[in-house]
């Protein structure tokens, strides 16, 4: 017999925990904290900066549940135990339902920041609910990354006063981080998504051609932070390189068994570390 509290049954914390864990919590993280720095960099007030974080949390939080809801049988299939619906501690079900109101909650905080600004951050989650729908097995894989990824800032910026356009180099730095992320991100499954007939472009290319794209797309950003704002580096500059080379020796390892578990995480701790560079620096992104 067991003694249940009037709060919730014992198994509420634990179903929360697997769905925290399901959002793929570290980039849902790093992008989500990405989008606020960004907010504060240029010059958002704090009540629309704090919506800015509600609205890509919830819109990537939709990318994670949408992903793991879709590939719950093929996860299974490849013995996928890391994740929380193979482990049985949440169901596809509860994932559809995650995804659903973590969407609606994203359109609805996404358009309160304005029609322009709302619009380009809602490419963002559009582009990576089309990578878990069926672009991810495509030759046009990278192609959410790009876009995605290239909108967040410029959608960040718009919901400055004024609705400001992003700068060119901060847009395509954000594509280029994008592009960088997908190589990382594929290059640890690409035997399971081989196995489960997912064949992107990384995985078309090969894992050694891809990792050096991902290194090169990395330092282009880097670059394009650098030189960018104001065309020649200070020490905001060079610091930003001095982060970005380890990162980008990682990322051209991502073709190494050794170094496909690093590659990921390189990429993000670079880019919250740009992006605090930037707003430390004081450049102006309107």
Not at 57 to 67: F, R, S
Not at 71 to 89: E, F, I, L, M, N
Not at 240 to 252: D, R, S, T
């Amino acid at each position: 017999m067991q003694l249940h509290s009037g709060t919730g049954s014992p198994g509420a914390p634990r179903t929360a925990l697997a769905l925290a864990r399901a959002t793929h919590l570290e980039p849902t993280l790093a992008v989500t904290t990405v989008a606020v720095l960004l907010a504060v960099a240029a010059g958002v007030p704090a009540g629309r900066t704090v919506l800015v974080g509600v609205a890509v949390g919830a819109g990537q939080a939709a990318i994670g549940w949408c992903n793991d809801w879709l590939d719950a049988d093929r996860d299974r299939a490849v013995g996928r135990t890391d994740k929380p619906v193979v482990q049985g501690s949440v169901t596809p079900g509860q994932l559809r339902t995650a995804t659903v109101a973590a969407a609606v909650v994203t359109v609805v905080t996404s358009l309160a920041l304005g029609v322009v600004p709302g619009l380009l951050l809602l490419v963002l989650v559009a582009s990576g609910l089309a990578y878990d729908a069926g672009l991810k097995r495509t030759a046009l894989s990278p192609l959410p990354y790009l876009t995605g990824f290239g909108a967040l800032p410029a959608g960040v910026v718009a919901v400055a006063p004024g609705t400001p356009g992003a700068p060119w180099w901060l847009v395509a730095a954000g594509a280029a981080l994008g592009g960088a992320a997908h190589v990382a991100n594929v290059a640890p499954d690409v035997a399971d998504d081989l196995a489960t007939g997912v064949r992107g472009l990384p995985h078309r290319v090969g894992p050694v051609p891809s990792a050096v794209a991902g290194a090169l797309l990395l330092g282009a950003s880097a670059l394009l932070l650098v030189f960018g704002p104001d065309g020649t580096p200070g020490l905001r500059g060079w610091l930003v390189c001095v982060v970005a080379v380890p990162a980008v020796v990682v990322a051209a390892l991502a073709g190494s068994p050794r170094g496909r578990r690093l590659a990921f995480p390189a990429v993000l701790l670079l880019t919250v570390l740009d992006v605090l560079l930037l707003l430390s620096g004081g450049a102006a992104l309107t």
